[in-house]
């Protein structure tokens, strides 16, 4: 099951500002991921954070997870062109073999 | 070196016919998936193999069929193509399933 939504779906930001999105799940988790899916490309794994983790870091990137309200964000700051993709979050469950993903947040970074 | 390679990376055919997409990881990963991703770009799980034994097979019609001969591969087999198969078969590997995954370039499929 696709446990993940991302919110807002699509963004659209002047390069140089700072691009938040949120994902939502709705059962216990293992680790909540990320990952950046360039236009024709592979998804790419950006940052795992585990369920006793609060906030963690990855360059630009900010990612924070509260389990209380069963949600996390994507903070890019300083956002380039180059960050234009979409962004899915997917969460590893207990006793679930598979991540399960959301639909994706497509972010678009005008220069 | 790349990680994931997938091939081809682009395959047009008819209805009806048969078609593979092979998949190759190097990173010793004893995990590999095949995901499709449809034209909204939602992400659906279809299997997934641990050490060549199969793990996960969702709900996919039959004519899907993953085989692995060896951990580091796990290739796609797809008979008597539909209109509806059209879409972007991505394979990925991971060290378990709760780890991040490796995700190859993608193959687009496209029936006619």
């Known amino acids: 099951s696709q446990q993940g939504e991302e919110d807002p779906q699509a963004l659209s930001i002047q390069e140089g500002e700072n691009a938040t999105m949120n994902c939502s799940y709705k059962?216990?988790?293992?680790?909540l991921q990320w990952y950046r899916q360039n236009s024709g490309r592979g998804l790419v794994h950006l940052i795992l954070?585990?369920?006793?983790?609060r906030e963690k870091h990855s360059g630009r990137l900010r990612v924070t997870l509260d389990t209380s309200k069963k949600s996390s964000s994507l903070l890019i700051t300083a956002s380039r062109a180059a960050d234009t993709a979409s962004y899915f979050c997917a969460t590893a469950t207990y006793g679930n073999n598979r991540l399960a993903f959301g639909k994706g947040n497509q972010v678009v970074v005008i220069p | 070196d790349t990680a994931v390679s997938q091939t081809p990376k682009y395959l047009v055919t008819q209805m009806g016919n048969d078609k593979s997409i092979k998949c190759e990881q190097n990173?010793?990963?004893?995990?590999m998936y095949w995901y499709k991703q449809d034209s909204k770009k939602f992400l659906k799980i279809m299997f997934s193999y641990n050490n060549k034994e199969l793990i996960i097979n969702e709900t996919v019609p039959n004519r899907f069929s993953p085989k692995s001969p060896d951990k580091a591969h796990l290739n796609l087999h797809i008979n008597s193509l539909e209109l509806g198969d059209s879409a972007v078969y991505f394979c990925?590997?991971?060290?378990?399933?709760?780890?991040?995954?490796?995700f190859g370039p993608g193959t687009r499929l496209t029936v006619t």
């Open positions: 954070i585990r369920s006793n983790e």
């Open positions: 059962t216990s988790i293992n680790n």
């Open positions: 990925a590997s991971s060290q378990g399933h709760n780890y991040e995954q490796y």
């Open positions: 990173l010793g990963h004893d995990t």
